[in-house]
């Protein structure tokens, strides 16, 4: 006994005790959202890295909260998974919040999570809000399988080569897209994936909160129409399904390709490829 003891006296001595990096999720609309043990963890830490303090500072207000922030983003990861690590050495525990939902999702902190591993520092995982999950879970798609794929490319020709390379996917397929490219988006998710049901989640948990189902090309129609379109959006969009027969005609499914943007030969051909029958039926059907 005493000579664990005296190992333990050592250990604290020499090389002390490192604190715990709690990944703490948020709401990302509802207050209602919050966790009694995010608000516990939150009050308890020594310190609270955030992507924005003066958004963060907002959420801790409410619940009456008060430590310090350090901000914590993309253009200053590097520099502060260092301070944070050295942070936690010594013994403080820290706590990773985004501007809204789950930490890491699509937000900076992987560094830090990695780099904490790395030197045996223990990390805790809050959980609570997400959007993909939230969006998920109303969407009316299969959940039994899904691929979160973060953003879309905001330039049109990457985003379609992401899309093609995601067209066999078979697992329903989930994407934050900011609103004011959320029509182009859809336009690409037609050309290359066709008629599958697409739902578009916007403003969850808010007020304004809605979901839109159809086509590509029916949804995005509907959110052209809007002078404005505001909010948060993730894109949720059917997998692939190699034994459903499409449901419209050759003719319906070339021309809403073409509607979409695609050249007349390779919405033919992409239609044929999609349906499993030779280009020359496409061709024949489309002379008629």
């Not at 715990?20 to 609309?29: D, E, K, S």
């Not at 939150?42 to 409410?62: F, N, Y």
């Not at 809000?129 to 794929?149: E, H, K, N, Q």
């Not at 989930?174 to 988006?185: G, L, N």
């Amino acid at each position: 006994m005493e000579f664990i003891l005296s190992v333990l006296c050592y250990q604290v001595a020499d090389h002390g005790i490192s604190g715990t990096l709690y990944i703490v999720a948020t709401p990302i609309g509802n207050l209602e959202d919050m966790t009694y043990r995010a608000v516990r963890v939150l009050s308890e830490v020594s310190m609270i890295a955030c992507e924005d303090t003066r958004q963060s500072h907002k959420l801790l207000e409410h619940f009456g909260i008060r430590k310090p922030l350090i901000s914590y983003h993309e253009h200053n990861e590097k520099e502060r998974s260092a301070e944070l690590i050295a942070r936690l050495e010594r013994g403080d525990n820290v706590a990773v919040v985004s501007d809204a939902g789950t930490p890491m999702i699509s937000d900076p902190g992987y560094r830090l999570v990695r780099e904490a591993v790395a030197r045996s520092i223990r990390v805790v995982p809050v959980p609570g809000p997400s959007a993909v999950i939230a969006a998920l879970s109303a969407s009316g798609l299969p959940t039994d399988s899904f691929r979160f794929a973060g953003f879309l490319p905001p330039k049109a020709g990457a985003r379609r080569r992401v899309l093609e390379s995601l067209r066999e996917e078979t697992a329903t397929l989930v994407f934050y897209e900011a609103p004011h490219r959320i029509v182009e988006s859809l336009g690409d998710v037609a050309a290359v994936m066709g008629t599958r049901k697409v739902v578009v989640a916007r403003e969850l948990t808010k007020i304004h909160e809605e979901f839109l189902r159809g086509t590509a090309e029916s949804v995005a129609r509907k959110l052209s129409l809007r002078p404005v379109l505001k909010g948060e959006i993730t894109l949720l969009v059917a997998g692939f399904d190699r034994i459903a027969e499409p449901t419209g005609s050759i003719r319906e499914d070339v021309e809403m390709l073409e509607r979409a943007g695609v050249p007349r030969m390779d919405a033919m051909k992409q239609v044929a490829r999609e349906r499993g029958i030779s280009k020359r039926d496409v061709y024949a059907e489309m002379e008629k």
